[in-house]
């Protein structure tokens, strides 16, 4: 109680807490990743097709996605320390479960359904909401680092999980997700803490008698109604329309396509699994350099332009990648690889910085968060489609084409949103950020938003 904003001890305490958000993220990312790495283990063992098996994996990405904006419903209600503990205990029990497992509709059930909403609970709403919460310096220094690295979490740790279930099969695999899933969720219960306020301190940089320094006011409207509402505010608009495709896009290519369907891909060409698998490690790590490099960039130069450029390079990537693909690594595909990595996430900060130019800075999150569902509901079609032309053909020719043409749209309809708001959303169409939850209003058209 005697610690203030300026001591070590109270830097150590927010940094603390930052260190197990960034662990929450991570972990979960990487869990639900390992789905692309099991799938031809689960399809050799059981003879279940690919259309089947990235079915499960279209389900949980599209999930992972869509309860996002409403995750933060929880997150805000109930605080990070208790959902963050439930759904890192759901996704290893899900997990544990696999490894029992006899039929597709359990597969469905508890990779599709089960381990896609808990992961969707610590999707990247997390980082945003933990470092609102405790940082007021280096707050945006923070909420970079938990964006890169959730990314990077979800190809960071396929080698490990390759090589176990080459060399003990993929339920070892699985049982060390669920193990790790417990674990994590004991130092989440352990060392994290819902506000600065419940251990006596204020947020990391705030000074003391500021307005950021203040508990934040109980909760009274709440946040899944609020978020509806931006959604049918916003719809209205071209803009929004824009960043929703293109973010569609975005998430066919990155984590529909090459996330889930690389290795797979790559070992129809002879590559070992365990060699894809890093591969895709290293597009993680370059992913970070991306991502910096990206928001650096999205400061000084028109985002639309930035997204142009980067959707239109990730489009005539993919249309080589068939070609290069082969039993070893060829210096072509190490360019593909760096190159990717660095393109990653590298469409986040110029969406971001739409979100925020087009809709303000009370409603950008909001926004954004309904762009990242359909970033997400992108990946699962994506997913589907890929494993439905594995099935079909043989090959992933056609799926590596068609994402390179979706990528070239995204590129030229970046350039249909306008450089500023032509005509700005009045503020009275747009709700605020709830500040309560009422627990007296049952019908939606009684609220208002102050």
Known sequence: MGTTPGTPQYARRALLVAAVTLGALVASAAFRSSTGVLMEPIESEFGWSRATTAGAVSLNLVLFGCIAPFAAALLERYGPRRVVTIALLVVGAASALTTVMTSPWQLWLLWGLVIG??????????????????????????????????ATGQLLFLPAIAATATNYGWRWSAAIVAVLAALTAVLV???????????????????????????????????????????????RTWVFWALMLTFFVCGWSTNGLVQTHFIPAAHDHGMPATTAAGLLALVGIFDLVGTIASGWLTDRVDPRLLLMAYYALRGGSLFTVHSLLAPGV?????????????????????????????????????????????????????????????????????????AGV???????????????????VPADHLPTPPTRYPDDVDDPEELTFT
């Open 330 to 402: 060829e210096p072509g595909m190490w360019v593909f690889i760096i190159f990717y990595g660095l393109d990653w996430v590298a469409t986040v900060p110029p969406t971001v910085a739409l979100c925020r130019s087009h809709f303000g800075l009370a409603h950008s999150g909001i926004v954004f968060g309904w762009t990242y569902a359909a970033h997400m509901v992108g990946a699962g079609l994506g997913a589907s489609f890929a494993g439905w032309i594995r099935t079909a053909d043989g090959t992933y020719r056609t799926a590596w084409m068609s």
């Open 406 to 424: 979706l990528c070239v749209i995204a590129a030229f309809l970046c350039l249909t949103i306008p450089r500023s708001p032509a005509a700005p």
């Open 117 to 150: 909403t808990a992961t969707g609970s610590t999707a990247l709403v997390l980082g945003a909401i933990v470092a609102n919460r405790w940082f007021v310096a280096r707050r945006g220094l923070v909420t970079g680092v938990f964006s890169g690295a959730n």
């Open 189 to 235: 219960w352990l060392f994290m803490r819902d506000r600065p306020h419940d251990i006596g301190l204020i947020p990391f940089g705030a000074a003391p008698g500021s307005p950021e320094a203040a508990p934040a006011p109980p909760p009274a409207v709440s946040p899944v109604r609020a978020a509806l509402s931006v959604l049918r505010t916003s719809s």
